[in-house]
């Protein structure tokens, strides 16, 4: 891999590590204070569903390889719109297929929505919803790191680039 690779998957890292940043102390928060047995059971069933459905199931199987496979699509045809919107192109926000636009689009907003409404939430709400999240961005990036390697040994991706056919 060349640089406008190397410079989308590190766009979309530091994205998730950026958010990993933020939301770590608020998790951490959590273990401040005193949990009540309904809290600590929402907490583990929040950490093990967040640890399959976003870190596993989103992130290992469907965006980590699908980050790695577009910087691969970008670094054999670099146009240089899409060198410099390189993160954005791994994300499958910019030249890809309509589905791919449609849902990474969603996603997006879906997300910031989700942000805005665990911002009203006070603790250990917010801490549980954050450590949960937490688990599942550093899967995420875990999986990144995990499927570069692998492209780096010359192995496929297991999904498609979503690049749109011309």
Do not use: K
Not at 44 to 66: K, M, T
Not at 104 to 118: A, D
Request: glycine share 8%; net charge positive.
């Amino acid at each position: 891999m060349r640089a406008p690779a190397l410079w989308g998957i590190a766009g979309v890292v530091a994205l998730l590590g950026d958010a990993l940043y933020r939301l770590t102390p608020q998790a951490i928060g959590l273990f401040e204070q005193s949990l009540d047995a309904i809290e600590i059971s929402v907490l583990v069933v929040w950490l093990a569903f967040n640890a399959y459905s976003e870190g596993y199931r989103a992130f290992h199987r469907n965006f980590s390889p699908r980050v790695v496979a577009r910087a691969r699509a970008l670094d054999a045809a670099p146009r240089p719109l899409f060198v410099i919107l390189a993160p954005l192109y791994c994300m499958g926000l910019v030249h890809a297929t309509r589905r791919r636009l449609v849902v990474s689009w969603c996603i997006t907003v879906g997300i910031v929505g989700i942000v805005i409404l665990v911002r009203q939430l006070a603790q250990p709400w917010r801490g549980i919803v954050d450590a949960g999240v937490v688990v599942g961005l550093a899967w995420g990036v875990a999986s990144i790191v995990y499927y570069v390697i692998r492209a780096f040994r010359g192995h496929a991706m297991p999904v498609a680039p979503d690049l749109p056919v011309r």
